[in-house]
């Protein structure tokens, strides 16, 4: 979600020094007051150059998210066999490094974009490693849910900023893909 898509060294530097500038402002300030000039004198670039890269500052921010997975996939991908444990651990991976911005995304109203790149990870995902004779009408129905889950259930973390850990919400999100976080009762209360 970049206007830069080439593959030239020298932008793509750039487009990181943005990343990173934005990335470190966003700890010292609110996400309304970080002005394109902050982000270009923290990086040491002009603005043309930051808008030879990106639109507006929402468009480096979803770079920032999905430059991180898009590196966790290219690794994953790199398996001889893939496993539902291997994506959600690189899933827990990209949270992990990016849990600054992400927690500051979320304390800034940001979600927005946060659910959009949940759900293009999860779309880049599926796309590879769900079987094709798995792919009914249902698909994208199915991707949506499990954006949705994985989005709220992060959202949820940074908003309570309790103590589970990145381990447990690994765990519970493998058990959710594996059909193993409910037991359904037939017993009748009341």
């Given at each position: 979600m970049?206007?830069?898509e080439?593959?030239?060294?020298?932008?793509l530097?750039?487009?990181?020094?943005?990343?990173?500038?934005?990335?470190?402002?966003?700890?010292?300030?609110?996400?309304?007051?970080?002005?394109?000039?902050?982000?270009?004198?923290?990086?040491?670039?002009?603005?043309?150059?930051?808008?030879?890269?990106?639109?507006?500052?929402?468009e480096?921010?979803?770079?920032?998210?999905?430059?991180a997975?898009?590196?966790?996939?290219?690794?994953?991908?790199?398996?001889?066999?893939?496993?539902?444990?291997d994506?959600?651990d690189?899933?827990?991976?990209?949270?992990?490094?990016?849990?600054?911005?992400l927690?500051?995304?979320?304390?800034?109203?940001?979600?927005?974009?946060?659910?959009?790149?949940?759900?293009?990870?999860?779309?880049l995902?599926?796309?590879?490693?769900?079987?094709?004779?798995?792919?009914?009408?249902?698909?994208?129905?199915?991707?949506?849910?499990?954006?949705?889950?994985?989005?709220?259930?992060?959202?949820?973390?940074?908003?309570?900023?309790?103590?589970?850990?990145?381990?447990?919400?690994a765990?519970?999100l493998k058990?959710?893909?594996?059909?193993?976080?409910?037991?359904?009762?037939?017993?009748?209360?009341?």
């Amino acid at each position: 979600m970049s206007r830069y898509e080439g593959d030239n060294s020298t932008a793509l530097r750039s487009q990181a020094w943005l990343a990173e500038a934005l990335e470190k402002l966003m700890l010292e300030k609110p996400y309304g007051r970080i002005s394109v000039g902050d982000i270009c004198a923290r990086a040491q670039l002009s603005r043309q150059t930051f808008y030879n890269m990106f639109g507006d500052k929402d468009e480096v921010l979803h770079y920032c998210l999905r430059s991180a997975y898009e590196e966790r996939f290219r690794s994953i991908c790199a398996l001889d066999a893939v496993t539902i444990d291997d994506i959600v651990d690189g899933f827990v991976s990209v949270v992990e490094s990016k849990r600054d911005v992400l927690k500051a995304m979320v304390d800034n109203r940001l979600t927005g974009i946060v659910f959009e790149e949940i759900s293009a990870c999860v779309a880049l995902f599926a796309g590879r490693f769900v079987r094709e004779d798995e792919r009914t009408d249902l698909f994208p129905y199915s991707e949506a849910m499990l954006a949705g889950a994985i989005a709220q259930m992060l959202v949820l973390w940074f908003q309570r900023d309790d103590s589970v850990g990145t381990d447990e919400l690994a765990s519970l999100l493998k058990d959710f893909m594996n059909g193993r976080v409910y037991q359904i009762t037939s017993e009748r209360k009341g």
